[in-house]
């Protein structure tokens, strides 16, 4: 992936004005651009090469929500940013969860788009860096970077790209807890507003995969205050995977989860 100083972007909007302002500043940093006024095929998205998309939602219309879903499906390594006007939380929880990388509301600074798309590009080279990472295993749980998913027991745990990067980094950082504040900064790529609970939304739903897929186990514990820890620990009156060539650790005890959704 190039570096940041000749990225490539298309932009999906009609707002003239908007995007000439946002490619002036893109050419000046050095960076090649395409404007888009009609919304691309996934196909054509992914012929274009580019390291990032930035949409506004009212080009998408009624198709707004499956084209999201469409693209950051066809380009797991591609940034998606939707640029788009007022909205509300229960819109934005649904973009992102779908598979935008970022969403920022108009009317917004070009500056700031420019510099979200440089964040969720950074996260991108940094995860494909981490591709050729040998699978974590844990309890029934098998962490595999390679294909952005986890298994249990040998099945999907069909999480969404950004729960499978907020899995990973737990899971890399097994034992040790995570502030809230670090997790989004590391995920997200930059610093975590006030009084946003992105984080506690995406553990939660994390959380349910995984009891649903490996309902003998409990791997993410909850530091109330503070953050998360990861730490695989079977269930009460279930049986211990097999672990002959680790080391016994003694369980700690785990906390009840209190977060809620949005």
């Known amino acids: 992936m190039p570096d940041s100083n000749s990225l490539r972007i298309a932009i999906l909007d009609t707002d003239s004005g908007f995007v000439r302002v946002l490619a002036k500043r893109a050419d000046d940093l050095g960076w090649a651009y395409r404007r888009l006024e009609s919304p691309p095929r996934a196909e054509e998205v992914v012929a274009m090469r580019v390291n990032a998309l930035v949409v506004d939602l009212a080009v998408l219309r009624e198709r707004a929500w499956g084209y999201l879903e469409e693209v950051s499906t066809a380009l797991p390594g591609m940034g998606l940013v939707v640029c788009t006007s007022r909205s509300s939380v ?3 929880v649904r973009g992102l969860r779908l598979g935008a990388d970022d969403w920022v509301t108009k ?9 979200r798309v440089e964040a969720v590009v950074r996260r991108r080279k940094r995860a494909s860096a981490r591709v050729d990472e040998a699978p974590l295993a844990f309890g029934e749980l098998e962490v595999r970077a390679d294909q ?3 298994f249990a027991a040998g099945r999907s745990v069909d999480l969404t790209r950004r729960e499978f990067e907020v899995l990973q980094l737990l899971a890399r950082a097994q034992g040790k807890v995570l502030q809230r504040e670090e997790i989004y900064q ?15 939304v995406f553990i939660r739903k994390v959380r349910q995969k995984l009891e649903k897929a490996s309902p003998d186990w409990e791997y993410i514990h909850t530091h109330f205050g503070v953050g998360y820890r990861f730490e695989p620990e079977p269930m009460s009156g ?3 995977a097999p672990a002959a060539d680790s080391p016994e650790t003694t369980p700690t005890a785990t906390t009840a989860e209190a977060t809620a959704d949005l």
């Open 238 to 240: 279930a049986a211990p």
């Open 90 to 92: 229960a819109q934005r």
């Open 186 to 200: 590391l995920v997200w790529g930059y610093a975590m507003a006030h009084g946003d609970r992105s984080v506690d």
């Open 107 to 115: 009317p917004c600074h070009p500056e700031e788009v420019l510099a």
């Open 148 to 150: 952005f998913q986890a």
